[in-house]
């Protein structure tokens, strides 16, 4: 029997938690009403929260489950030893090597949600009297079409994490992380739109030569590479870990200039448009329209291709919101137990990220010629790029935008915590600092000068303090 009860231990994720993360977010829910940029997701220490938002991406590792399963969690501003938090919290994820179950396990799954099939491969060595260790994952998760209409879904994932234990207090692993994934995505719906097609509707896709043809993708590949040393005794606890992330997050859309729009759900095509006007109500254009979008309710994509052929111009055109990052990144974290009682945690961060912005061509669906330019402005504000006004954009070519973002991060944070039999304490500092640069590559016609070449650096200081106090009552 102990009286020493630091909260509650558990092997699995708070099932409150769990469900608000997984399906309740679907519906946007929030917890506690802040967003998830809130919650610190960190893998053997690296920060996997995007600069841009401050979002975790859970896809730069989806479909190693295994892998990724050996978790600890911190709730809201509870005393954490992994770093300073998140007002959400933190999750730790750690991918040590020689701390997998050994063994090889093979597992298949068929589901009707965003895949229906899934097939994953996981292999563990142990940690073997040689002091080596190896892991290895592989996966495949696939879909021609996933519960809402048009779809499609790949994704493949692999994992490998090596470690050379060099005594008992001092252990090396490397660990490669990819995840490959690209899913077409599903519109949201209006109650009107959900009442005259259904729960599986979407409007994103058409036909085009009798295959379903999604309209919107998002592609993600962003590989992780680290490189950590732990050392560890009785009452020292250090980690320190170097990582380096590359890779591209797109999300593709259909576009259109000087044109109607292609989207069949838009609100001028549906019948509530015919309805509201109170007292000049046209019930047969309402009618009509009621009819085509229950029998149609599609993309025309031969249409689209027609209308292009006939003005020898991309009018319509499928591009891309592209977003290219390198992440270097170093962590170093130490935690030191003084006595039974009380332990000090101390660490530093320094991130460096190069993040390349730009809408980037992909289909101009018949079209021979795109005029980069903004067609609700005149006169040179009418131009995106007046550097090269001139150029006509082809499959490939970037356009719209351009600029690169450099954002150098260091932060550094000092908690203590103590444990008693009925109380329990913590208080901690965190001191950061942000610069960070934005290079315009394209010389935009609205904003001539702000545009182009270097906004100059912005540097930002950050202090932040937190403390908690428990007392148990039994």
């Known amino acids: 029997n102990s009286n020493y009860i630091p909260g509650f231990f558990q092997s699995s994720k708070d099932v409150f938690l769990k469900s608000a993360a997984y399906n309740f977010s679907q519906a946007w ?27 975790p991406q859970w896809s730069n590792w989806g479909g190693l489950n ?3 399963r050996n978790q600890e969690f911190t709730m809201g501003l509870s005393y954490s030893s992994l ?19 050994k063994g090889l396990k093979v597992a298949m799954a068929a589901t009707n949600k965003m895949y229906k099939n899934r097939l994953m491969l996981t292999y563990a060595s142990g940690l073997r009297k040689s002091g080596w260790a190896i892991a290895l994952s592989a996966s495949a998760r696939l879909a021609e079409e996933g519960y809402i209409e048009g779809t499609p879904y790949k994704s493949y994932a692999a994992f490998v994490s090596v470690e050379k234990e060099m005594d008992r207090k001092n252990a ?5 992380i990819a995840s490959w994934n690209r899913r077409g995505k599903s519109a949201p719906m209006t109650e009107e739109v959900f009442q005259l097609k259904g729960a599986e509707y979407n409007s994103y896709w058409g036909l085009q030569e009798n295959t379903k043809r999604n309209s919107r993708f998002k592609e993600i590949f962003e590989p992780i590479v680290m490189i950590t040393h732990q050392y560890s005794n009785k009452k020292t606890d250090l980690k320190s870990t170097l990582s380096y992330q590359y890779g591209h997050i797109g999300n593709s859309r259909l576009g259109y200039q000087n044109a109607m729009n292609p989207d069949p759900s838009y609100w001028h095509y549906l019948p509530s448009n015919f309805l509201k006007n109170l007292g000049s109500e046209n019930f047969e254009g309402a009618y009509l329209a009621q009819q085509n979008f229950i029998e149609k309710g599609q993309i025309d994509w031969e249409n689209l291709y027609l209308i292009n052929m006939q003005n020898n111009e991309a009018l319509y055109y499928v591009y891309e919101d592209r977003n290219e990052d390198i992440a270097v990144t170093f962590n170093s974290r130490i935690n030191k137990i003084l006595n039974s009682g009380i332990h000090l945690n101390a660490g530093i961060l320094y991130q460096h990220v190069s993040s390349d912005n730009f809408a980037l061509m992909h289909d101009m669906l018949g079209g021979k010629t795109f005029h980069d330019i903004n067609p ?9 790029n007046l550097i090269d006004s001139d150029k006509l954009v082809t499959n ?25 039999k009925k109380f329990e304490g913590h208080a901690s500092i965190r001191f950061s600092n942000v610069r960070s640069e934005r290079i315009g590559k394209f010389k935009n016609g609205s904003y001539p000068e702000e545009s182009f070449g270097s906004g100059g650096v912005r540097s930002f ?14």
């Open 396 to 420: 490939g070519s970037k356009f719209n935008y351009n600029y690169r973002l450099y954002v150098d991060k260091i932060s550094t944070h000092l908690q203590g915590a103590f444990f008693k």
């Open 376 to 384: 609700y402005a005149e006169g040179q504000e009418r131009y995106n």
């Open 29 to 55: 829910f929030k917890i506690r009403g802040y967003d998830n940029a809130y919650g610190e997701v960190r893998i053997n220490g690296i920060p996997m929260n995007k600069h841009h938002d401050g979002r």
């Open 66 to 68: 295994d892998m990724v």
């Open 172 to 176: 090396i692993f490397i660990t490669g």
């Open 83 to 101: 770093g300073f938090g998140g007002l959400l919290g933190t999750t730790e994820i750690n991918t040590r090597t020689s701390e997998y179950r």
């Open 461 to 474: 200081n950050d202090f932040s303090f937190k403390t908690g106090l428990t007392y148990k009552l039994n």
